[in-house]
């Protein structure tokens, strides 16, 4: 009974002992494939990181271009909006309804608003949020005389064309955000695929470390 108890005891332990190194071997030849991936994927990262960041850098460049274009272009279309200095009077108190807010504007008897077209018998005002409002000409008092306020209305909105004329001819701020948002979407498609490569080697470092301890113990054990 006791030869039969040691001969299975010496059974298990030959195999256990089989299965040890064969995991170490297993454990070396992983190891050595995945040192091997490891030094191709540094090879290549070398080459393409190099390509990526001078992509990203150059596209950071590029939206940098954009937003000043951007920011020149507006303050120039800002400090040649065309003025206006032709008012009137509230004659008497007042609500006027725009429809496309569906809301009243209150005026006053003895308000000023600023004027900026007219026609036969009308004229359009601006109210305090730059809304344009249509009010019938008995309502407003011109300060500069009925004539004289009608040739003021139309010398601004002569201007008004012309100043209208430059901003069709440049691009407008949405323009220039769909374009940022392009160059953007582009560099980050260059940034994920450069943090994709860092990942990618520091997951393959971390697993050769590992396989490395693993070997290690079966090595001391």
């Known amino acids: 009974m006791r030869k ?117 018998h009308t004229y359009t005002l601006l109210a305090s949020n730059d809304q344009a409002l249509t009010i019938n000409t008995k309502y407003i008092k011109p300060l500069e005389g009925k004539k004289k306020t009608t040739s003021l209305i139309a010398q601004y909105q002569i201007r008004m064309e012309d100043y209208q004329k430059i901003i069709d001819e440049n691009p407008s701020a949405e323009w220039y955000e769909f374009d940022i948002k392009r160059v953007q979407k582009e560099r980050d498609n260059y940034q994920l695929e450069y943090d994709q490569l860092v990942k990618e080697i520091s997951i393959l470092k971390e697993e050769i470390n590992l396989l490395k301890t693993e070997i290690s113990k079966k090595t001391t054990s």
Do not use: W
């Open 4 to 120: 039969y108890i040691y001969y299975i005891f010496t059974i298990i332990c030959l195999y256990t002992s089989s299965l040890q190194a064969q995991n170490y071997r297993s454990n070396e030849k992983l190891l050595a494939e995945k040192e091997s991936k490891l030094n191709e994927l540094q090879e290549h990262f070398s080459i393409d990181s190099l390509t990526l960041n001078s992509m990203i850098y150059g596209l950071n460049r590029q939206i940098k271009t954009i937003e000043q274009e951007r920011d020149s272009v507006q303050d120039y279309l800002a400090s040649i909006v065309p003025s206006n200095h032709v008012f009137g009077t509230i004659k008497k108190d007042i609500s006027i309804n725009n429809r496309e807010e569906e809301k009243d504007y209150f005026f006053n008897q003895g308000d000023t608003v600023q004027l900026i077209n007219h026609s036969k």
